[in-house]
């Protein structure tokens, strides 16, 4: 029996998945999957990088403003939602394309990795709370260093949770592949660095011109704390910082481009280890969509 298609669209922050995902979904009847750990949140449009309206060209696009900022949204949540989209998708007889950042959300879909099953806990995680970043990282590279190599240290709520993982079972568990029902294709978008990190350089100006600082006082103002704000990711993290004092406005500004790039470099290595993606120049988009047409052939 053939299984479904679905296309995946992986690479660096800035490398143009956003733009390949609505070219792929207007050229082959597609509609689009948001993998996108922040982008699910309401309210949080410019520091996501949030795909506007204008920009989807009239491509449906599923799992965006869904839950509000206050609400706890996991991997295990994505994954049974993302299956719901999928599966209507491909009901209705069209190409489901996940595109996002948050390569472990892709990794739960394709079976390529499993959501722990260890229940949050409060109070193990309250305990952790007169640690800095760097303290949880050190306390994590004495508990398991396999797991402490591949996190990403300024994610506290990773960290953390790495922490509560291991405290029930001892270690963060190895993944088991399991057999996805679904035939994929993963498209992997490569960027020269220098090109890479002058995209990051003129979206982050752009996102500062269209109100991102705006963006996170408005949050603030609405209830959110400021430990929330920085579970959130590096630009809600540094523009929270200086909106405490603890930055200069182009010390925050200079720290958080140097802190995507470090972010970019580490997406790459993450994905660079995935024999199943299949690297391409974004610029060469007609390749890409020959590429594309053959799978689903």
């Keep these: 029996m053939k299984k479904p298609k679905v296309i995946a669209i992986v690479g660096p922050t800035s490398s143009g998945k956003t733009s390949l995902s609505i070219a792929i979904a207007k050229t082959f009847n597609g509609e689009v999957i948001s993998a996108d750990s922040r982008q699910v949140y309401t309210k949080m449009d410019i520091g996501t990088g949030k795909v506007a309206e204008k920009e989807m060209a009239g491509v449906p696009h599923h799992l ?49 990795m499993q959501v722990a099953p260890v229940p949050p806990d409060p109070i193990f995680r309250a305990s952790l709370d007169i640690y800095d970043n760097m303290q949880l ?3 994590l590279k004495a508990k398991d260093a396999h797991r402490a190599v591949s996190i990403d240290s300024d994610n506290r709520r990773r960290l953390v949770r790495s922490l ?123 390749v890409i969509l020959d590429r594309v047409k053959a799978f689903l052939q």
């Design 64 to 112: 965006i403003d869904i839950v509000d900022p206050m609400t706890v949204y996991t991997g295990a949540d994505f994954k049974r939602d993302a299956t719901l989209s999928l599966d209507d998708i491909l009901k209705r007889k069209r190409l489901p394309i996940i595109v996002g950042g948050t390569f472990f959300y892709i990794e739960l879909l394709r079976g390529t």
């Design 137 to 139: 990282l050190e306390i």
């Design 164 to 286: 509560e993982i291991i405290n029930k079972l001892g270690v963060v568990p190895e993944p088991v592949k399991v057999e996805s029902e679904y035939d994929w294709l993963i498209l992997g978008l490569n960027v020269e660095k220098k090109i890479l990190h002058q995209n990051i350089h003129a979206r982050l100006q752009e996102r500062f011109e269209a109100g991102m600082i705006d963006e996170v006082k408005g949050l603030h103002a609405a209830g959110i704390t400021y430990d929330r704000l920085d579970s959130f990711g590096l630009e809600y993290r540094y523009i929270a910082r200086y909106l405490q004092g603890e930055l200069s406005e182009s010390q925050m500004k200079n720290e958080l481009e140097t802190k995507i790039r470090q972010f970019a470099k580490r997406q790459l290595t993450w994905l660079k280890r995935d024999s199943e993606v299949e690297w391409f120049e974004p610029k060469n988009q007609e």
